[in-house]
């Protein structure tokens, strides 16, 4: 949980490890090595926790439904991630962090963790792209959920307040409706306004049906409570 909170400000790579050790109240600076043997040790302990904690398991109806609804889907389980616990959102920060990680280690380790995800994300959403490149459809569905997982990570309660929004559960839906929307474009490669067909059904699907599609989502389990050793 240290490493997560320390990381979610900085980047994980930019965190030392005895400011880790200091900010989980341990007395030997070498608690680290012990229970980890190196860095690498500690995040793929990191990944592995928060891995019970979050699976993409997009919905039967949102694979029948389309690319806007499988990415809702995504949307919403990070959503669940976040407010499993207090610190749901501190982990999606941190998710986002490691993502951009410039070290190359962390970089993989970050890519590994993820691919299952965007995997999961991918084959719901191939079958409404039959005439995409499988190659470039993967390259478009990570950066569609890239731009999610970032925009994800900022629409806090107190980010939010900062910005003057006075109604913050409609602001947040409009935004994460808004957010899917251009994640959307990104897979089909246009602009969902511009490309706009009267007979195609629309971009933007109603407010009623994204709070539909939020019970489809899946539920996590509470995020473990930080442990003093």
């Not at 991918?122 to 409404?128: E, L, S, T, V």
Request: net charge negative.
């Amino acid at each position: 949980m240290a490493a997560i909170a320390l990381s979610a400000q900085r980047g994980f790579s930019n965190v030392p490890l005895r400011e880790v050790v200091e900010r989980a109240e341990c007395h030997n600076i070498s608690a680290v090595h012990y229970h980890f043997k190196n860095r690498e040790g500690l995040l793929t302990a990191t990944l592995q926790m928060i891995d019970r904690h979050w699976a993409v398991d997009v919905p039967g109806f949102a694979q029948r439904a389309g690319v806007f609804e499988v990415l809702h889907a995504f949307v919403m389980a990070l959503d669940d991630l976040k407010r499993a616990s207090q610190w749901g959102n501190t982990v999606v920060k941190f998710l986002t962090r490691l993502a951009m990680d410039d070290d190359p280690s962390t970089a993989d380790a970050a890519t590994a963790f993820l691919a299952t995800r965007l995997n999961a994300v991918f084959d719901a959403i191939a079958p409404h792209c039959p005439d995409a490149e499988p190659s470039v459809l993967r390259l478009r569905v990570g950066n569609a959920c890239l731009l999610l997982l970032t925009v994800s990570s900022h629409l806090d309660r107190s980010c939010m307040a900062a910005l003057g929004c006075h109604n913050l559960v409609e602001v947040k839906e409009n935004l994460l409706r808004e957010t899917v929307t251009m994640a959307a474009s990104i897979i089909h490669g246009s602009n969902p306004v511009e490309d706009a067909d009267a007979d195609a059904e629309p971009w933007l699907p109603d407010a009623a049906h994204c709070n539909g599609m939020r019970d489809l989502a899946t539920r996590h389990t509470a995020m473990p409570e930080p442990v003093v050793a």
